[in-house]
């Protein structure tokens, strides 16, 4: 697949890479599994003297001696003897980086965890002795999100406060997304695009799976998605069961709910049949899986609050797949495509409406944007988009048929939140498909 986007990200890692030749610089890369880091990381350093070591789920000895190779090869040096412990690797390349300029690479850092927790204590005596007079640019990425910002940002963890900068690689936005069905679907419906931003939320895997099999159209989508071995049907258990451990049961409970419209506490402690106030933090602060929406202007300690999973393709697998497991295990994906086809004209509009804050967003024209509902879940808004210096105020409807949008009842919706708005200029919008 062509590299997409990317641009800040690339021109942030060749800024480190040149100060990296006047002073030792440590950066950590998180971004959830799938998103195209090593990717990133692979354009970024394509010309540079660089080492890449990955670290997979096998012993010490056989990863040192994998890193060995590696630094014979990349750097030319000869090292006679057997090294067997990854502090010796380390020290090794912390004191060549002294009299000359590489970058290390370490992919998926946090599996070190597994292998020998203290090569992070080991790493930090040896960054701290010797990073004054070394010129490496280390690079250390990882995508279990709670974990690399546990070791990275912990307070009580060995490398907390020894990174120089840190790296959060996100999702395609809604324009590259855009630019890829341009490019490779030109002439697509709406309807198409809508689909490949619902099934793919930007994560460049996914667009590059849909891409490779010519999956540009929802009908293409959903066949690929729910053919027999297709990676999309096991991707949520392999994304998050190591995140969550032993407690996967009830965090994959939670988000279900919250994917199938349980989106409130209440409502999900009434199903679970026990409290989970402590898991919704952790999936929203520990984990960045899940967000705590109130309406605009709310106050922060508001109850008024109804939760959102965050990435659309997750989403989908929790209200789906997972939510319909029991068929899954069966092999009849038939049947879960034709619930999908049911439900799809339902399901896709709250997508439809993120999509356009996410456009909302990039446009950079409002200072808050957000949705609005009163108790019980009156006069919802979809869209309220506010420029405080301007006095501008946008107020929209998102329907995926513009001829299901009223002005009139809008305007109606609007009343009460418009008294705090005296003097600002008010839009009225409805946004469909054909605005996308």
């Known amino acids: 697949m062509k590299f997409?986007?990317?641009?800040?990200?690339?021109?942030?890692?060749?800024?480190?890479?040149?100060?990296?030749?006047?002073a030792a610089q440590m950066t950590f890369v998180v971004g959830r599994r799938r998103i195209g880091k090593t990717s990133l990381i692979s354009k970024a350093y394509a010309h540079s003297k660089s080492l890449y070591f990955f670290v997979s789920k096998k012993s010490e000895t056989l990863l040192c001696a994998e890193f060995t190779e590696e630094i014979k090869r990349k750097l030319e040096v000869p090292i006679f003897g057997e090294i067997k412990s990854f502090k010796e690797i380390f020290a090794l390349l912390m004191e060549l980086s002294k009299s000359q300029h590489f970058t290390l690479i370490i992919d998926e850092f946090q599996e070190f965890n597994t292998?020998?927790?203290?090569?992070?204590s080991d790493m930090q005596h040896l960054w701290d002795a010797h990073k004054d007079s070394s010129k490496i640019n280390l690079v250390l990425c990882g995508s279990v999100y709670s974990l690399m910002t546990r070791i990275f940002e912990g307070s009580k963890e060995p490398l907390f406060g020894r990174a120089t900068h840190r790296l959060h690689v996100k999702a395609f936005d809604v324009a590259t997304l855009a630019q890829i069905m341009e490019e490779n679907a030109p002439g697509y419906a709406k309807e198409d695009l809508l689909a490949f931003y619902l099934f793919t939320g930007g994560v460049a895997k996914y667009v590059e799976l849909l891409l490779l099999n010519k999956a540009l159209h929802l009908d293409a989508i959903l066949e690929y998605v729910f053919t027999e071995n297709s990676l999309f049907i096991e991707e949520g258990k392999h994304l998050l069961i190591e995140e969550f451990g032993k407690e996967y049961g009830i965090y994959f409970s939670i988000l279900s709910l919250i994917a199938s419209g349980k989106t409130s506490r209440p409502a999900i402690e009434s199903i679970l049949e026990t409290t989970v106030g402590g898991h919704l933090d952790r999936l929203?602060?520990?984990?960045?899986?899940?967000?705590?929406?109130?309406?605009?202007?709310a106050k922060p300690n508001s109850r008024m609050v109804k939760y959102t999973v965050e990435d659309n393709f997750l989403n989908f697998w929790f209200r789906f797949i997972f939510k319909?497991?029991?068929?899954?295990?069966?092999?009849?994906?038939?049947?879960?495509?034709?619930?999908?086809?049911?439900?799809?004209?339902?399901?896709?509009?709250?997508?439809?409406?993120k999509y356009f804050i996410e456009k909302l967003k990039a446009e950079k024209s409002y200072n808050l944007i957000g949705t609005y509902w009163e108790r019980d879940n009156q006069n919802e808004i979809d869209i309220v988009a506010i420029n405080e210096l301007s006095k501008r105020i946008l107020i929209a409807e998102v329907k995926r048929n513009p001829n299901q949008i009223?002005?009139?009842?809008?305007?109606?919706?609007a009343k009460k939140l418009l008294l705090d708005f005296n003097g600002y200029e008010i839009d009225y919008q409805g946004l469909s498909l054909r605005d996308m």
């Open 406 to 413: 009223s002005l009139p009842k809008l305007k109606e919706k």
């Open 4 to 22: 997409y986007n990317r641009t800040s990200e690339l021109a942030m890692l060749a800024k480190i890479e040149q100060l990296a030749t006047l």
């Open 284 to 297: 929203e602060n520990d984990y960045g899986l899940i967000k705590k929406i109130r309406p605009i202007l």
């Open 115 to 120: 292998v020998n927790a203290a090569v992070f």
């Open 324 to 353: 319909h497991r029991s068929a899954i295990e069966i092999g009849n994906l038939a049947y879960i495509k034709e619930l999908v086809v049911r439900d799809y004209p339902t399901f896709c509009g709250r997508f439809l409406e």
